[in-house]
């Protein structure tokens, strides 16, 4: 339920573990592609860039992604900052900026192009039956000949707003951040060197992220602001908001022009009490949504989609029931403790750096310039 970044790419390597796969999403694949639909930037990590090649969606993707070579995280513009290098290990990229549009349309292909895979797209489920021996789930429509669906096991990948969840009676843990993430894209003077930069002010995180050039200089800017302070600047006009971005980045990239719409989200982090349930399984969003602090929300959807299809391709070979509470107690231990983690870590992360408290400031500064000497 749900053929977005997380559902699409499941349904993928689904269809790559030998199973049959339909994916049912309320949106047409054709609008959710489109340039103005979302202007968000995914970092992909190295292990995502590999379940990618194994879903074969990376051949699609490579030509527009921007490797990460260096990452530098420095304490507002003081000369306190932490420096990763990726030379010092083992020089392969940290990992690759992607922009969302194409990570979707590289989806879209892939889907079209695999027999194993039934879109159903732009529908909705009217009712999802989790009976004893299998799921069934009438369509709100007919479309492509078909008004309902059955199968083994249902996979809510439909965001952090899962009917899918609701209706499960699983509920969720949320936490606000009172800020609110500008998104777009700029063109610069100076090359950006593929080093992408967070820098950490006290409205909240400023992030410069590189992005495949193509005949220019292009970063992403993912830039929190407080809830009263972000529209007013997302309403900005274009030179306008240029000379706001250059002074809160700094010089070291020149002069800076404005290359894409402004988008707004809301931040905050969210935790389903349960990743799985009489045949249901969660995944990506619908499980667990995190501040972009360390630009890991969809690299853990993308764990929860190598983990899924592993067990569920192990089950498959067993000739075990693939909606079984024994196979899916394992999925539902193997990713809450690891998506627990990441998101205690980067809700440390906002509320130890989105302050402009003296002694935090110091100490903040201490630390970086401290672990940045350790080799």
């Not at 490797?67 to 304490?75: G, K, N, T």
Request: with cysteine; charged share 25%; aromatic share 6%.
């Amino acid at each position: 339920v749900g053929g977005g970044l997380v559902g699409g790419t499941l349904a993928a390597m689904l269809a790559a573990e030998g199973l049959e796969v339909a994916v049912v999403d309320a949106e047409d694949p054709k609008t959710a592609a489109r340039p103005t639909a979302d202007g968000r930037v995914s970092a992909i990590a190295l292990s995502s860039k590999r379940l990618l090649e194994a879903a074969g969606l990376w051949g699609d993707l490579a030509r527009d992604a921007a490797p990460i070579r260096d990452i530098r995280v420095a304490e507002g513009h003081t000369p306190f900052f932490l420096h990763y290098d990726s030379r010092e290990v083992g020089g392969e990229p940290f990992g690759y900026m992607v922009e969302n549009r194409t990570l979707r349309r590289a989806i879209a292909r892939r889907i079209a192009g695999e027999r194993r895979i039934r879109l159903l797209a732009p529908v909705r489920i009217q009712t999802l039956d989790r009976g004893a021996g299998a799921v069934l789930a009438v369509l709100d429509r007919k479309i492509g000949g078909l008004a309902r669906v059955r199968g083994a096991l249902a996979v809510a990948a439909d965001g952090r707003a899962s009917r899918t969840r609701r209706d499960a009676g699983i509920g969720v843990t949320r936490r606000g951040y009172d800020q609110t993430a500008i998104v777009c894209t700029i063109r610069h003077e100076r090359p950006h060197h593929f080093v992408a930069h967070e820098l950490f002010q006290p409205a909240g995180p400023f992030a410069i992220l590189p992005m495949n050039d193509h005949g220019g200089h292009r970063s992403a800017i993912v830039w929190a602001e407080r809830p009263d302070v972000a529209p007013l600047m997302a309403a900005l006009d274009d030179d306008a908001f240029a000379r706001e971005i250059q002074r809160r980045a700094g010089d070291f990239l020149g002069t800076i022009r404005l290359d894409s719409p402004r988008w707004t989200y809301p931040l905050s982090a969210q935790f389903a009490q349960r990743m799985v349930a009489h045949r249901l399984a969660l995944a990506g969003d619908a499980a667990h949504a995190m501040h972009p602090v360390a630009g890991q929300g969809l690299n853990m959807g993308l764990r929860d989609v190598a983990a899924l299809a592993e067990i569920l391709g192990d089950a498959k070979g067993l000739g075990l029931d693939l909606g079984s509470a024994a196979v899916l107690e394992r999925y539902g231990r193997w990713r809450r403790f690891d998506n627990g983690l990441m998101l205690a870590m980067t809700d440390t992360l906002v509320r130890f750096f989105s302050n402009d408290i003296g002694p935090i400031k110091a100490a903040r500064a201490i630390g970086l310039s401290a672990v940045n000497r350790i080799a």
